[in-house]
């Protein structure tokens, strides 16, 4: 199975974020798992659309877009045109998950959804059709460095299930706490989409990127 990488610059050293771009691109990476986060819907800041809008002058790398935000509603534009590729909401974050899902496809961009650990899956039924990445948080949202929640494999099983029904190719993707060995554990329930941060910073990004490439190449 083709498993893909986005690692996650949450971790990465924003003093030189050109420099941990062209590492992730050297490691093998495809993806930029970009979290962005307003202190309301999780506990935490981070960046916005003019940091996303720098970044994209900078690689061709896939932006996968995450909002952790309250009202993501008004920040849909903005983030497309700062170059998002694929934006993802959170489930939990809106009355109209249907809606702002419809609005990212309207846009031409990938839509993915988010579940917080204590969401269950069968929320998504009924929004199925518009999905391209379902991402199962193995951590509660707001900070990179979580151990990984074990619970979280039975719900990779059950919307495995789900994506395996859908006729369109849905992504399903894993963040939080991913390393060497929950790897090939979230891989073996289904997973083929896996968000890393702060396992791929420590030490050296390049060397640690390739290993984490081969773990799920073999797994
Ligand atoms: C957590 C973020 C994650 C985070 C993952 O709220 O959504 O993308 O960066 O970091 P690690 O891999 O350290 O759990
Ligand atoms: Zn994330």
Redesign the pocket.
Known sequence: MLVNI?P????ADFSNLELVLKQLETGGAKYL?L?I?DGHF?P?LTFGPPVVKSLRAKTNLIFDV?L?VEKPESLIEPFIEAGADMITIHWESTRHPHRLLQKIKDSGKKAGI?LNPATLPENLEYLLDLIDLI?I??????????S?INNQLTKIRKVKSMVCKAPQEILLGV?????LQTAPLVIEAGANFL???????KGDVIKNLKDLIEVCQKS
Do not use: E, R, W
């Open positions: 986005a996650s610059i949450l971790n798992h979290d986060m999780v935490n995450h952790m988010a991402l948080m193995s951590v509660n949202p707001g900070f990179g460095g979580q990984f963040d939080g706490g991913i390393n968000v890393t941060g702060s396992f791929l910073f």
